[in-house]
């Protein structure tokens, strides 16, 4: 193999990959120069969680950027004027078992532009995960991005091998789809989605039965959103969201604000990146519906279409919602505790457990890893007398908007004579 070929290879289809953002980049630069252990170079790897909560290092490349369609917010679509590259599926296969060995990575990410269409281009995503499982023996974490439009034949394939599969939904709507990426079809994504979910629960509950069955996509499928290219709200954004949770027991929307990389005016964002806040409130709004119980009708409606940018959607919730509150640790019930401003889900298992053999004070509760300056205006425990508590909800807002790291301030660009 051509080395120094594929390194040229690597940086472009490393770099092209990055605007995924179903597992994020590291960002570091660090590299192994001494030929000490390990080694995080600057093209391809990226880290991902799996659902322990292990953090896992991928390889994170296009498999090419060559691309056959013109979506408009994307970098490699085929308009653009950039260097293409393509890998060999060979090339990705000896890249990553290199990459593993020398401990760089546990695994691979790999995403495609379409060359020629969907199933030739599929197929090399399907022989590059088959290669590293039956040739290599490779038990390390594959993540396939799925080429809409491909056959059912060739997304089973992918699930077989892979670890979790996903189809892009792209936009949050379809009349936006139309508009932006306009050779791309609503259904040939939304359909293999369901493929997917109905193959993954019939094998899970096949594999009850018979555990020696091979997996299909163990660690389910996932999609992502480009937020902010189009003129959809949060609401219209969280309610696709809800739905796509809903019907296809997806395991993970992400949501990737929009780059500016076009000057094509039919983008209304054109030269204005999306806010960094606005992608978090939107990942905080979806931990509020898949972990702490909470109805996207709480969350966001019609009539308030945007998340609060100052205060995070949790807190917004108990500000709109005094009357739930103050909640007393000790007695109320786990479902309750979950929804004060402060307390993550393993903060409220561990007040649940502890609550059994003694009564709580914020001594225990600031072990348990609460945040009180947050929390402590909603809640009550034993021995928290002396703690100021706002109880307006509009000075509390301003309070507690203040001492977020993520103030609207800090990220908004104030004018300059203002
Ligand atoms: S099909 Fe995928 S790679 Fe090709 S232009 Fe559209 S988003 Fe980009």
């Not at 590259?85 to 290199?98: P, W």
């Not at 480009?226 to 954004?237: H, L, M, Q, T």
């Not at 909470?294 to 998340?307: G, K, Q, T, V």
């Not at 307390?343 to 009180?372: H, M, N, P, Q, Y």
């Amino acid at each position: 193999m051509n080395w120094d070929r594929v390194r040229e290879k690597l940086e472009i289809l490393a770099d092209a990959a990055k605007y995924d953002v179903s597992c994020s980049s590291s960002g570091s630069k660090r590299s192994n120069k001494t030929k000490g252990i390990g080694n995080t170079t600057a093209s391809g790897i990226c880290h991902t969680y799996t659902e322990d909560g292990r953090c896992v290092s991928l390889l994170k490349i296009l498999l090419t950027n060559y691309c056959i369609y013109d979506c408009l917010y994307c970098v490699s679509r085929r308009s653009n004027d950039i260097k293409r590259a393509a890998f060999t599926v060979q090339e990705v296969v000896d890249l990553t078992i290199h990459f593993y060995r020398r401990n760089y990575i546990e695994g691979l990410f790999l995403s495609s532009g379409i060359f020629k269409n969907a199933d030739f281009t599929m197929e090399r995503l399907v022989r590059v995960a088959r290669k590293l499982r039956t040739e290599h023996n490779f038990n390390g974490y594959i993540h396939i991005k799925t080429i809409p439009g491909c056959t059912d034949d060739l997304m089973r394939d992918a699930a077989q091998y892979a670890d979790r599969v996903s189809v892009n939904i792209e936009m949050p709507t379809e009349s936006s789809l139309r508009k932006f990426a306009p050779e791309k079809n609503h259904n040939d994504i939304v359909r293999p989605m369901g493929f997917l979910s109905e193959q993954i629960s019939a094998v899970s509950n096949e594999r009850k039965l018979s555990p020696a069955l091979p997996a299909f996509a163990p660690a389910g499928q996932s999609t992502q959103m480009v937020v902010g290219a189009s003129p959809e709200n949060d609401f219209d954004i969280m309610r696709v969201a809800d739905s796509l949770y809903r019907k296809f027991s997806l395991k993970r929307v992400y949501y990737s604000g929009y780059v500016p990389i076009s000057r094509d005016n039919r983008l209304p964002q054109i030269g204005t990146p999306v806010p960094l806040i606005r992608e978090n409130r939107l990942y905080q709004a979806d931990w509020l519906m898949r972990f702490y119980h909470f109805s996207i009708d709480e969350i966001i409606d019609p009539s308030r279409p945007n998340l609060d940018l100052d205060i995070d959607p949790k807190l917004a919730w108990a500000l709109r919602n005094p009357h739930a509150f103050p909640i007393d640790v000790n007695t109320a019930a786990y479902e309750q505790i979950l929804r004060v401003p402060g307390v993550g889900v393993s903060s409220a298992l561990k007040i649940v457990k502890a609550r059994k053999f003694r009564r709580l004070g914020w001594d225990e509760l600031k072990r348990f890893g609460i945040s009180f300056n947050k929390a402590k205006h909603f809640i009550v425990c034993d021995r928290m007398d002396t703690f100021p508590r706002d109880v307006d909800p509009i000075v509390l807002r301003h309070t507690l908007a203040g001492q977020s790291k993520y103030a609207i301030n800090d990220v908004q660009q104030l004018p300059l004579f203002a």
